[in-house]
């Protein structure tokens, strides 16, 4: 009997090369999965073309509401930005692909999963070690890894076996898009001095020049309403985007290490993204105890960094998340950003949480604090630090930092 393999499918090149190559060199039954997270296309096409190129069934999953709600909002909560300026956009959905290709495998009585992830990136991590998390018994299938053909090869391929793809000989770029953004790679963008081009840009294209304000509300960290309109969060990530981007704001070019150990030069278009994560880090900063604060951005890192590296699932992912859940009780309040050519600002935040006292923040007459009791607390606050310069200090500064005085002693 002919065993069954699941494959991450997404119409392109590569994976419609895929599921013929799977059914000639590893005599597999493919079914495809298109997993929509917001990424757009015609799925009735993208459906028909997988099967044109041969796999026994083809699976369309909406997902979009799922990614926003069970993925997206734990990122928002994480203030989620990998080495501090990529929003995860990739990261984020692949374990939403990864779950529904458990899924579907666990659903037909598949013994394998495949993708069409190359060697040297991160996605392959993403979708091996979710799978693993998931379904450690089923195996998995790479064939970008083995089949070692060029993009002229590929092109070959497909055409020998009449699979129709759309794609040229000359691949200018690679993107990847979903609802929280945009990935644009390769190219010319691979010598990290080179601008990236003009025409790499859709989400940020400024058709806007006069200035504007938005309001953000959040219900326990959770992005509800624009200017007062409540909407799904898909819908409202959508909005603020378009608001944003017209503007030209929202781009990330950077430098970044991936997890295989290799740096690559990536560039991004997350507007939308980085627009929800600035107001919902400033509302933050209003309702949050200093401690609280402080320690959550101490581990925010963490977080991005675990699922810029696949471990979505992972147990040290899950107990940060239930960290990040608990500091989200009072994140509720409204924050207003200004756009301006290029430019977005947090301009005010409000929430019936705010931790913030006029009464003891203000020098006029209305200052409730008692400036009386500073003098203890001051002397009391610096009491280890003076006993240390009484007995210890030299007199200048810092320990060994006196002309030498360290090395004479």
């Avoid at 899950?318 to 430019?343: C, I, K, M, S």
Wanted: glycine letters at 10%; charged letters at 25%.
């Amino acid at each position: 009997m002919t065993s069954k393999v699941v494959l991450a499918y997404s119409g392109g090149l590569d994976t419609s090369v895929a599921v013929a190559w799977l059914r000639e060199q590893v005599n597999m039954e493919v079914i495809a999965v298109v997993v929509d997270v917001g990424q757009g296309g015609d799925f009735e096409a993208i459906r028909r073309r997988a099967l044109g190129a041969g796999a026994l069934d083809c699976v369309v999953v909406d997902a979009r509401d799922e990614m926003a709600n069970s993925y997206v909002v734990p990122a928002i909560a994480a203030n989620g930005l990998y080495e501090g300026r990529y929003p995860l956009v990739s990261a984020l959905s692949r374990p939403v692909i990864v779950k529904h290709l458990v899924a579907v495998a666990r659903s037909v009585g598949a013994t394998s999963v495949a993708h069409g992830c190359t060697g040297k990136g991160n996605d392959q991590v993403r979708f091996e070690v979710g799978t693993k998390s998931l379904a450690p018994d089923l195996d998995i299938l790479a064939p970008a890894r083995l089949w070692g053909m060029s993009r002229e090869d590929l092109l070959r391929y497909a055409n020998d076996r009449g699979i129709a793809v759309e794609a040229t000989g000359t691949k200018l770029y690679s993107i990847d898009e979903n609802l929280w953004g945009r990935a644009i790679e390769c190219g010319v963008m691979e010598d990290p001095w080179a601008s990236p081009p003009d025409d790499v840009y859709e989400l940020t294209r400024q058709s806007a020049d006069v200035p504007v304000e938005m309001v953000l509300t959040f219900e326990q960290g959770v992005p509800v309403a624009l200017d007062g309109v409540t909407m799904p969060l898909p819908e409202l990530i959508a909005s603020v985007s378009r608001i944003a981007g017209s503007y030209g704001w929202g781009r990330v070019d950077m430098v970044e290490n991936r997890r295989v150990g290799i740096k690559s030069r990536e560039t991004y278009e997350c507007p939308g993204a980085l627009a929800i994560i600035m107001a919902h880090n400033d509302l933050e900063a209003l309702v949050l105890e200093r401690d609280l604060a402080h320690e959550k951005q101490r581990l925010e890192p963490r977080w991005a960094e675990l699922v810029y590296d696949g471990l979505w699932f992972s147990p040290l992912k899950h107990a940060l998340d239930a960290f990040f859940a608990e500091t989200q009780r009072y994140v509720t309040g409204e924050v207003r950003l200004r756009l301006t050519p290029g430019n977005c600002i947090a301009t005010g935040r409000r929430s019936p949480y705010s931790l913030y006292d006029y009464n003891l923040a203000t020098y006029d007459p209305d200052d409730a604090f008692k400036h009386e009791y500073a003098e203890g607390f001051v002397r009391i606050w610096g009491l280890g630090v003076a006993t240390w310069a009484g007995k210890q200090g030299d007199g200048v500064g810092a320990p060994g930092t006196a002309s030498g005085n360290q090395g004479q002693r």
